[in-house]
């Protein structure tokens, strides 16, 4: 299975062995789906991105099934399209990582790179990621807007620049000021389960993304016109 890694350096190897839980689940899906990607999933999208879109963790039959974030899930069906909408995506997205599906001006990152069970990675997971998160976040050299997907995105980005979460409260469409003349914008997560009961409606995430093209640097000319 091929997958792009625009950040190759900065992954972890595909049997990283720094959480125990999560590398017992990771072996127990590769015996039952030889066929899977079964291991952390690299970040994905523009390598000269200035927004970075950082998620909780790769899903069971989505990213950790095909190798790209949030494909094949319903998470990455409303994500991809809002992308489509506000111009950070072209191509057609098919919910597998060979198809024509490209990003522009963004990069997905993830605050856990391998499935935990349940969809809840515990704190200890979360920081054992951390490095990964940091490495990536320190290669974008245009940087200039980070969209948190869920709360658990929110605090690992804080986290990473040493910000007091006390300071900054999550909340959807919140905006804060980070180091370095960076804004992070929080987001409910588009999971099932905050779509499904109409916390987190499509108009409400494109509003989110709209936001972030406003906030474009003045020389980006990589998203699609």
């Known amino acids: 299975m091929r997958v792009e890694m625009p950040l190759s350096a900065t992954e972890p190897s595909r049997d990283c062995p720094r959480c125990p839980r999560l590398v017992a689940l990771r072996e127990e899906l590769r015996r039952d789906h030889a066929d899977w990607w079964n291991a952390p999933v690299p970040a994905w999208g523009d390598p000269q991105a200035w927004l970075a879109i950082v998620g909780l963790a790769p899903g069971m039959k989505g ?37 024509s599906l490209r990003l522009h001006g963004g990069i997905i990152l993830n605050a856990v790179k391998c499935l935990p069970p349940a969809n809840k990675p515990l704190g200890s997971e979360i920081a054992n990621c951390r490095t990964f998160l940091s490495a990536q976040l320190g290669e974008l050299a245009h940087l200039s807007v980070i969209i948190a997907l869920g709360k658990i995105a929110h605090d690992a980005v804080l986290r990473h620049y040493g910000l007091r979460l006390s300071d900054h409260p999550f909340a959807h469409g919140a905006e804060h000021g980070i180091p370095g003349g960076v804004r992070l914008i929080d987001t409910y997560h588009p999971s099932r389960q905050n779509t499904n009961t109409g916390r987190l409606t499509p108009a409400m995430f494109e509003a989110v993304f709209a936001r972030a093209k406003a906030l474009a640097p003045q020389t980006s000319s990589a998203m699609r016109p």
């Open 63 to 99: 990213a950790n099934r095909t190798g790209r974030a949030f494909t094949g899930d319903a998470s990455g069906a409303l994500l991809f399209a809002t992308l489509a909408e506000t111009g950070f995506a072209s191509g057609r997205y098919e919910a597998r990582p060979d198809d």
